[in-house]
């Protein structure tokens, strides 16, 4: 608890004590011996009168201010009405007196509501971790010495050293130095991650060993912590559906009821119905279980528990409206390279053309890869053994989704697919291993073709398993790769559709598909890694990124962050999502029902105050401890 909660808390347990001893004292009978009748009745409002200032003081004051606003319906305002309208029975000393349930409504309001208070600050915990990633300083070598400094002051290419027990403030590339990495704030992974010279590393893991030289690649604004830190903080602001249900159901509710309470305390004595006492009363214990708190704080506490869960897991999703969506996915499509597969190409095999030396084929392919970032172009480069000099290179371009085309010594070279042949009229012929095949033309003649194969994720297969396990009817594996390699990996993965040799624009079509033959509400997720992933994330209901090693705009793109790229946390994101809108539900149906019969008993004068009191705390502290079976990430 933190040091307002403990005040509140305090003066809670206060009042408690005070509300038991006068409750006490009044059912001594000893209010009427020593006032007698009707001398009890006021002795009682005072003794009762004052736990209750103590304990709701805050809210009358907040329902005070809320009418100036000309916003008064809210749970501060039912409160305040009910429980100063039971008070307000001492002008009615010939009934039975109500002034411990007039207490009793806002002391047990107020034990709700700090309830409600603690449980929205666990929720929060799991999520303050995340937040507690940021980095406070980098440190600079400065004339010998280290100096603390911004982050947002280190420019992209400074190094940085980052010692024992210090998080990484910024990405970057290691220059010196061997360590272990915890990435388990970010990643949910409890292993630490071993780097040297030459490893990557993002910003938010613990450097737990040895010191690490860091050169930066990005600037503190567009890290991986950053980055995590903004998604995190807006979060909260993409509501789902069934969350601005309720608060529109609310909006409407709230005054609907107010006016019951006021036409049902009224409307029967005016018709000589009774007396104004009996139907006061019954207007006011209206008012008191009409309060829809229940709704309006286990809802939204039900998604952001789910949210926080979710975190711990190493699960990023942007709001509470693609946690539901998420809930009701039922075909999940996956981008293969870097997804599925490592994104780590290896050439396996250089079949020249008769007569060609092997080393000239893949010379020439490197030297023509020599400007891409492609995984395949970077395999091509780290198999050739020389030195690639650029100056020999002119006219460099890729083809998009075929392959390059450069003038290596004013040679035209051409590397790629089979389409990218076809589309200069090169011949070119296949071949019998699996893989993908980059063919080489050097001035349109056909010099051969290397096979490069990629790596399957280890849990790619147990992802795809887990998924079917969790009701989704198919997965579908969308590549710009050849049919075979791509029919290879999704009979290893058990995955149910294949399209293979797509463009990215291709990708976006084949997604619309899929889309059109949705039915009854079901959503598709689409899961890729790349650049060229972003418009197909967009498009999706749901956009799911890898987001350690997935690129800037697929991560911008996605509505849920796989922060160690492992797809088999997929189906664990959906059962969160599920679980999450399991307990949603429970709640609403809980809350509604139980409200609705205690309403009607108290129209007809069976539900006495006290019940209300539990329609109304009663109902939410078990509909907040149901919500807070979301934050168990499972």
């Not at 809320?66 to 009910?82: C, H, K, Q, T, Y």
């Not at 280190?154 to 210090?166: D, F, L, S």
């Amino acid at each position: 608890m933190n040091k307002k909660q403990k005040r509140w808390r305090n003066r809670i347990i206060i009042a408690l004590a005070l509300f038991a001893a006068a409750f006490a004292v009044e059912e001594s009978g000893l209010l009427a011996t020593l006032f007698g009748t009707p001398g009890d009745v006021y002795a009682s409002f005072v003794l009762f009168f004052v736990p209750y200032l103590i304990a709701g003081y805050k809210t009358l004051l907040e329902a005070a201010r809320n009418i100036r606003r000309g916003d008064p319906f809210d749970e501060a305002f039912l409160m305040s009405v009910a429980s100063l309208g039971a008070f307000a029975m001492v002008f009615f000393p010939d009934t039975d007196p109500h002034m411990a349930e007039g207490a009793a409504v806002m002391l047990f309001y107020q034990v709700g509501e700090l309830f409600q208070s603690y449980a929205v600050g666990q929720s929060r915990k799991s999520i303050a971790a995340m937040m507690d990633i940021a980095p406070e300083y980098a440190n600079v070598e400065k004339d010998g010495e280290l100096v603390e400094v911004d982050p947002a002051e280190v420019a992209v290419g400074e190094t940085i050293v980052v010692k024992p027990g210090e998080r990484v403030p910024i990405d970057g590339v290691v220059t010196d130095g061997v360590s272990q990495l915890d990435t388990a704030a970010l990643t949910g992974e409890s292993v630490p991650r071993h780097v040297e010279p030459g490893a990557d590393v993002i910003s938010g893991c613990v450097n737990m060993t040895g010191v690490l030289r860091v050169r930066t690649t990005k600037p503190y604004g567009e890290s991986t912590v950053a980055r995590i830190l903004e998604l995190v903080e807006n979060a909260s602001e993409k509501k789902a559906r069934t969350e601005n249900f309720i608060t529109r159901f609310a909006r409407v509710y709230t005054p609907a009821v107010t006016l019951s309470a006021l036409a049902l305390a009224v409307i029967p004595p005016l018709a000589g119905m009774g007396a104004w006492s009996d139907w006061i009363l019954r207007g006011l214990t209206f008012l008191v279980v009409s309060c829809p708190c229940a709704l309006v704080i286990s809802v939204p506490l039900s998604f952001f528990g789910g949210i926080g869960g979710a975190s711990r897991l190493g699960i990023l999703v942007k709001g509470s409206n693609y946690l539901e969506l998420l809930a009701h996915v039922d075909t999940v499509v996956f981008d293969k390279t870097g997804t599925l597969t490592s994104g780590t190409f290896n050439v396996v095999a250089i079949h020249p053309e008769a007569g060609v030396d092997p080393d000239y084929v893949l010379s020439m392919a490197a030297h023509a890869e020599s400007f891409s970032d492609h995984p395949i172009a970077v395999s091509v480069r780290a198999a050739y053994s020389g030195e690639i000099d650029r100056e020999r290179i002119a006219e460099a371009r890729e083809e998009s989704g075929h392959g390059v085309s450069a003038r290596v010594n004013e040679h035209l070279v051409l590397v790629g697919n089979d389409k990218l042949m076809a589309e200069h009229g090169a011949a070119w012929h296949d071949c019998d291993l699996t893989g993908t095949i980059l063919h080489v033309t050097v001035d349109d003649e056909y010099v051969g073709h290397i096979v490069i194969a990629d790596v399957v994720k280890e849990d790619a297969e147990k992802a795809i398993r887990d998924l079917h396990a969790a009701g989704v009817r198919r997965c579908v594996m969308l590549t710009g790769d050849r049919q075979d390699v791509a029919e290879a990996v999704a009979a290893r993965l058990g995955i149910d559709e294949v399209r293979a040799q797509l463009l990215p624009q291709d990708k976006v079509d084949a997604v619309e598909r899929l889309l059109a033959g949705e039915k009854n509400g079901a959503r598709l997720a689409f899961v890729g890694d790349g650049i060229n992933d972003a418009p197909v994330l967009m498009r999706a209901d749901v956009g799911i990124a890898m987001g350690a090693m997935g690129s800037d705009a697929a991560i911008e793109a996605a509505d849920v962050v796989l922060m160690d790229d492992r797809p088999s946390k997929i189906a664990q994101a959906m059962r969160v999502a599920r679980k999450t809108m399991r307990i949603v539900w429970q709640n609403i149906v809980f809350a509604i029902g139980v409200k609705v019969l205690i309403l009607v008993l108290a129209a007809f004068g069976v539900a006495n105050m006290w019940l209300a009191v539990f329609g109304d705390v009663g109902v939410a502290m078990i509909a907040i401890l149901n919500a807070m079976r979301c934050m168990r990430a499972e």
